[in-house]
């Protein structure tokens, strides 16, 4: 590998292994910024997906990230901050019309269906941290690995966004409602909490990861779908660590009650009355209290909405939340306080969940096309 290559920002390895069949290694490759995702790193990692699931001769795909802090830790902030501000200082108002955002949601969301939909055994080594887009690109592996450093985390609120990358769906499946407490605080998982919720499926020592390609290559893949990602869950099933508890699992009961309490206003209010000494409870709150009024309102919507039933619907319905938010919500403003400026102070508007209501709400979930001129109408369709 010459020096271009190994400074690319995804790396691509493909071993051979037994019978002829070869594993492919997807390596994200930006640690120093914790392998956030760009537009090129979703357009390499896309066209190379795809094209060894194609392959016949590629049994089995890996995702990874370089370094020992991060696989993933979300998306490219810093690029999507520069197209908001140029959009809105041209002053237009077609939320199509910012490219870099439109370009940059339609090919996160595709890259991260095609992971969820393909036939292929892929494993994602989910080490480190996994937040937003990282979760995007590990939620739909077939074999999704956490281990002793993993932290999980939908921490959008702070940024004046919401749960994207197919988590107003996977925010929905978390046990206990409490996906909802999740998406409005941002609060972190272990690995034992994240199997809990959904969003991991085992827990390995960071240190096997060697260990387990050496046995992907040596394994007689039978070149069945089916059975070469079953076989490949019962191999990883058998190095699985054993789980403690998390504070998710500890406090389900408490979580559970506060979702059930009814109006987005009571649930926010019945989480800002929490008075406990635990940490995580205590940084779920001031975390909420902090964030995004509308943020919350509208990942309060979307797990509500008609449009997040099915998968690919709700690609659908993020996209187009996702320009509106990008274009007239706090998501800029999110961002400049957190990474430009670096203030922490950000002037949300609306200021207050009262004032965020149904109705200011309902201006992100209109589409500006007709619904078979979606630009991601095909997601989904034989």
Same mark, same amino acid.
């Given at each position: 590998m010459n020096v271009a290559e190994a400074e690319a920002p995804v790396l691509f390895e493909l071993r051979e292994g037994e019978g002829g069949r070869a594993i492919g290694i997807a390596t994200l490759n930006v640690p120093r910024t914790l392998n956030g995702l760009s537009l090129e790193m979703t357009r390499l990692l896309d066209v190379q997906l795809r094209r060894w699931a194609a392959d016949p001769a590629v049994a089995c795909m890996v995702l990874r990230g370089a370094g020992e802090k991060a696989f993933c830790a979300g998306g490219d902030l810093h690029g999507l901050y520069r197209s908001m501000v140029e959009y809105r200082e041209s002053g237009a108002t077609d939320v199509t019309a910012n490219r870099y955002a439109a370009e940059f949601f339609e090919e996160e969301y595709r890259l991260d269906y095609f992971i969820h939909t393909c036939p292929k055994p892929i494993l994602c080594w989910g080490h480190?941290?996994?937040?937003? /887009?990282?979760? /995007?690109?590990?939620? /739909?592996?077939?074999?999704?690995v956490v281990t002793e450093r993993s932290k999980l985390a939908m921490p959008e609120i702070s940024v004046g966004l919401f749960p994207d990358v197919g988590g107003s769906w996977l925010m929905q499946r978390v046990p206990g409602g409490a996906g909802l407490f999740l998406a409005l605080t941002g609060a972190p998982l272990d690995a034992s909490d994240a199997i809990y919720a959904g969003l991991a499926d085992f827990k390995l020592e960071h240190a096997q990861y060697e260990a387990v390609v050496a046995a992907l290559l040596a394994h007689a893949w039978s070149g069945d779908a089916a059975a070469d990602r079953a076989q490949l869950g019962s191999f990883l099933q058998g190095l699985a660590q054993p789980l403690t508890p998390g504070p998710l699992q500890i406090h389900a009961e408490l979580i559970e009650r506060i979702v059930s309490a009814g109006r987005l206003e009571q649930v926010v209010a019945a989480i800002d009355a929490l008075d406990s000494e635990d940490a995580w409870l205590q940084a779920a709150r001031a975390t909420l209290a902090a964030g995004s009024p509308g943020s919350a309102r509208l990942a309060w919507a979307l797990q509500r909405?008609?449009?997040?039933?099915?998968l690919a619907d709700t690609f659908r319905t993020e996209y187009t939340v996702a320009l509106h938010a990008a274009a007239h919500g706090d998501f800029a403003e999110g961002i400049r306080a957190l990474l430009i400026d670096k203030d922490r102070r950000p002037?949300?508007?609306?200021?207050?969940?009262?004032?965020?209501?149904?109705?200011?709400?309902?201006?992100?979930?209109?589409?500006?096309?007709?619904?078979?001129?979606?630009?991601?109408?095909d997601l989904g369709q034989a």
């Open positions: 480190g941290i996994v937040m937003g /887009g990282g979760i /995007g690109l590990m939620s /739909g592996a077939s074999h999704r909405h008609d449009g997040t039933r099915t002037h949300w508007n609306p200021a207050t969940v009262a004032q965020a209501d149904a109705g200011w709400a309902a201006s992100f979930f209109q589409s500006p096309w007709p619904a078979a001129e979606h630009p991601l109408a």
